[in-house]
């Protein structure tokens, strides 16, 4: 279910947000009642889920006051820095994100996220997002996310003191056009997955959380590119599973004036 953060900042409930996607995953959400999470490691982008060079900087310079001495008894001291790194890569794998868009509908998002004409997308609003958790055992995070330079300086709000969530709150600045809100779950190592029944994707690809399409979804446009055709199969699916929502064709799609 939805769960506050305090690392997190949350948009206001009526904050309209969208996700894109071909009609295949948009028949998965409807149909199983799932939204995929992939792993950080999953996005395609390296610096998912890494910190800004200030932050590790910072904490290779004060190991010893962040650690008590006795830790050196179980950490070799010398190779404590390398260590930490791949602990901070790892976890990559073990933080599932949904990412959601927060402007009205974009021209480049349906060209980034919809590569045919069966593109949809979902609008929903930040309150729907959290009430449509509400059957998912998992604690799931909304925030906005904060678009930095890794290499120049540190996020506005300051170093965080604890490694979740904060690294998978930053995105690159050539990113922020896509004014992304996240939701983010974390999931268990390996040894606590009986305690918490999850299912993971094979290969550890992502998480299945649970929703329900009909608190999720507002409305659905189809993409610009999409037929009349395409809109009657959306509406049937949508009254096959008692969803009554409203279906436009995207605004893009309107004819120009000369």
Same mark, same amino acid.
Request: charged share 30%; aromatic share 14%; hydrophobic share 35%.
């Given at each position: 279910?939805?769960?506050?953060?305090?690392?997190? %900042?949350?948009?206001?409930?009526?904050?309209?947000? #969208? +996700?894109?996607?071909?009609?295949?995953?948009?028949?998965?959400?409807?149909? +199983?009642?799932? @939204?995929?999470?992939?792993?950080?490691?999953?996005?395609?982008?390296?610096? $998912?889920?890494?910190?800004?060079?200030?932050?590790?900087?910072?904490? =290779?310079?004060?190991?010893?006051?962040?650690?008590?001495?006795?830790?050196?008894?179980?950490?070799?001291?010398?190779?404590?820095?390398?260590?930490?790194?791949?602990?901070?890569?790892? =976890?990559?794998?073990?933080?599932?994100?949904?990412?959601?868009?927060?402007?009205?509908?974009?021209?480049?998002? #349906?060209?980034?996220?919809?590569?045919?004409?069966?593109?949809?997308?979902?609008?929903?609003?930040?309150? +729907?997002?959290?009430? *449509? @958790?509400?059957?998912?055992? +998992?604690?799931?995070?909304?925030?906005?996310? $904060?678009?930095?330079?890794?290499?120049?300086?540190?996020?506005?709000?300051?170093?965080?003191?604890?490694?979740?969530?904060?690294?998978?709150?930053?995105?690159?600045? *050539?990113?922020?056009?896509?004014?992304?809100?996240?939701?983010?779950?974390?999931?268990?190592?390996?040894?606590?997955?009986?305690?918490?029944?999850? %299912?993971?994707?094979?290969?550890?690809?992502?998480?299945?959380?649970?929703?329900?399409?009909?608190?999720?979804?507002?409305?659905?446009?189809?993409?610009?590119?999409?037929?009349?055709?395409?809109?009657?199969?959306?509406?049937?699916?949508? *009254?096959?599973?008692?969803?009554?929502? %409203?279906?436009?064709?995207?605004?893009?799609?309107?004819?120009?004036?000369?």
């Amino acid at each position: 279910m939805y769960k506050e953060h305090p690392a997190f %900042k949350t948009p206001e409930d009526n904050k309209k947000i #969208w +996700r894109y996607m071909d009609f295949i995953k948009f028949a998965d959400i409807i149909d +199983r009642r799932k @939204l995929y999470f992939p792993t950080v490691d999953r996005l395609g982008d390296p610096f $998912e889920g890494s910190f800004p060079k200030a932050y590790i900087d910072y904490f =290779n310079a004060n190991l010893d006051k962040i650690f008590r001495p006795e830790t050196w008894e179980l950490i070799n001291r010398e190779q404590a820095p390398k260590g930490f790194a791949r602990a901070r890569r790892t =976890n990559r794998k073990f933080v599932a994100i949904s990412c959601w868009n927060m402007q009205e509908e974009s021209a480049a998002l #349906w060209q980034l996220y919809c590569h045919s004409d069966n593109g949809i997308a979902i609008q929903t609003t930040i309150k +729907r997002l959290k009430n *449509s @958790l509400k059957d998912e055992k +998992r604690d799931v995070h909304i925030g906005e996310v $904060e678009y930095i330079d890794y290499y120049s300086q540190p996020p506005s709000d300051s170093l965080p003191d604890d490694f979740f969530p904060k690294p998978f709150l930053y995105k690159g600045k *050539s990113f922020k056009f896509e004014n992304e809100v996240r939701a983010v779950t974390e999931l268990p190592q390996l040894e606590k997955i009986s305690d918490f029944h999850a %299912k993971f994707i094979p290969g550890h690809k992502g998480y299945d959380v649970t929703i329900d399409p009909d608190l999720l979804i507002e409305n659905v446009y189809l993409s610009p590119m999409s037929s009349k055709w395409q809109k009657k199969v959306v509406k049937s699916l949508l *009254s096959k599973y008692g969803l009554k929502k %409203k279906v436009y064709q995207s605004i893009l799609d309107e004819k120009p004036i000369y």
